[in-house]
Structure formats: C-alpha cells, structure tokens
C-alpha cells in the first residue's frame, strides 16, 4: 500500500534560520511521482514542485530546495533563510491508485517566528 | 498554473438543508476530479474520484448517498452534501488534472459549518 510519512508534526524556527521538512514514502510502482503543497491559515494548496521517481536530481527554486534519494525513499525539503510569511502547514503528496490520486501525508506544521 | 476554482469558499447551513459545491477547471478539461476532505488540524483524505460522464468512485467509508457527486463536463465537478449534520462540517477541497501523472491543481477550498 502507498503510504506517506511526514513524521514532524510541527516546528518552530526563528526567521533566517534554515529548516527542513522530511517526508518519507512508501510504493511498489515503479513510476510515480512526489509533489509538495504549502497551505496557509487561509486555506488553500499552494503547489511547490513535482518530482517523478525516475528524476532523482535535486531541485532549488530560490530559497527552496528539495533532496530526493530513492534509496532511502525520502523527499526532504528545505527553505534556506526562512521568513515569516513561510509560516504554513506543508504537505508531502505521492500519487497513488489506478486514478493518480495523491496520497498526503499528515503535514508539517512551520511556525517562522520574527 | 492551471486556475481551478471552487465555489463557493464559505458555507453555513442549517441541519437537514442540503449544500452543493462546485469545482470549475477555468483554462484546461479535467478528465479527472478528486474530492478530498480535511478535517482541523488533519491531512486530506480522499473521499472519491469523478471521471467525466461516469460515476463516481468513492472510498470506502464515504456514503454515497450523503456526498452526491456529478461531473457533467470536463471543466465542472458538483458536490452535493445531502441533509447535512453538524459533524459534516468540515474543510472540503476539489482537485483537477488534465490526464494521468499531470501535475493536480487544486481549489481554493470550501469551508463547510453545519448548525
């Protein structure tokens, strides 16, 4: 069974500070594909980046970047010099079934603090 | 990206009414759309996939019944929750994608209180 595990329930950080948010997986596909969402108090998923298993480079989009190792199945993402307004509940997403469904994990919850 | 939208983004409803939601595709036909409910503090689980022109299939534990859904062209996905009751209430959010692995674009999310 597809599984997801974002095993930090929440963290605190101080603004500037690095952090970065784990999340490991479990799948018997052989293709499949890895998001991250960021979700603000207000609600809605914001998209940050999609990943296929055969794609193991690692990403950086400004402050963020992201390590895929499928040795260890772990999509680990971090936001370098973080500020306040970083401060979401970020999730880690595999897709999943014969409809591509994403399976979520259980979210991380970042507090930035000023 | 892809703008998908949800309407409405809040609702209070008495006990027993029934609440429709929708989910517009605005710039691509989703083939698919995912229904997925969060409760406070909780990850989204999955309560059913809609294919256009088919029926949807739900997870188990969803009712049908009480969570009606209809996806009646490829940009518009309704969900329907009949004779809601307070422990209905919830945080539901819609997904669309244009084809299988494509990248999933979500709404902005209804908030649903039932009193």
């Known amino acids: 069974a597809q599984k997801v595990t974002q095993a930090q329930t929440e963290i605190s950080v101080v603004e500037k500070e690095d952090v970065t948010l784990d999340c490991v997986y479990e799948t018997r596909d052989t293709t499949y594909y890895l998001f991250w969402y960021k979700q603000p108090p207000s609600g809605e998923l914001v998209f940050l980046i999609r990943r296929n298993s055969f794609d193991e480079q690692n990403e950086i989009s400004g402050r963020y970047s992201w390590n895929f190792q499928k040795s260890t199945s772990s999509f680990n993402f971090t936001i370098t010099a973080s500020q306040v307004v970083d401060s979401a509940v970020y999730f880690c997403?595999?897709?999943?079934?014969?409809?591509?469904?994403?399976?979520f994990g259980k979210g991380t919850k970042l507090s930035v603090k000023p | 990206g892809a703008v998908v939208s949800q309407h409405p983004s809040r609702v209070i409803c008495k006990s027993g009414t029934s609440v429709k939601i929708e989910c517009r595709s605005l710039d691509f036909q989703a083939t698919t759309m995912f229904w997925y409910r969060q409760f406070p503090k909780k990850s989204l689980m999955l309560m059913a996939t809609?294919?256009?022109?088919?029926?949807?299939?739900?997870e188990q534990g969803v009712e049908k019944d009480k969570f009606l859904i209809n996806h009646a062209s490829l940009t518009l996905s309704t969900l329907t929750v009949t004779s809601a009751h307070p422990e209905d209430s919830s945080f539901y959010i819609c997904?669309?994608?244009?084809?299988?692995?494509?990248?999933?674009?979500f709404g902005q999310g209804t908030r649903l209180t039932v009193v």
């Open positions: 997403a595999l897709t999943g079934g014969s409809q591509g469904n994403l399976i």
């Open positions: 809609s294919n256009e022109g088919s029926k949807a299939t739900y």
């Open positions: 997904s669309a994608r244009e084809g299988t692995y494509t990248e999933a674009f």
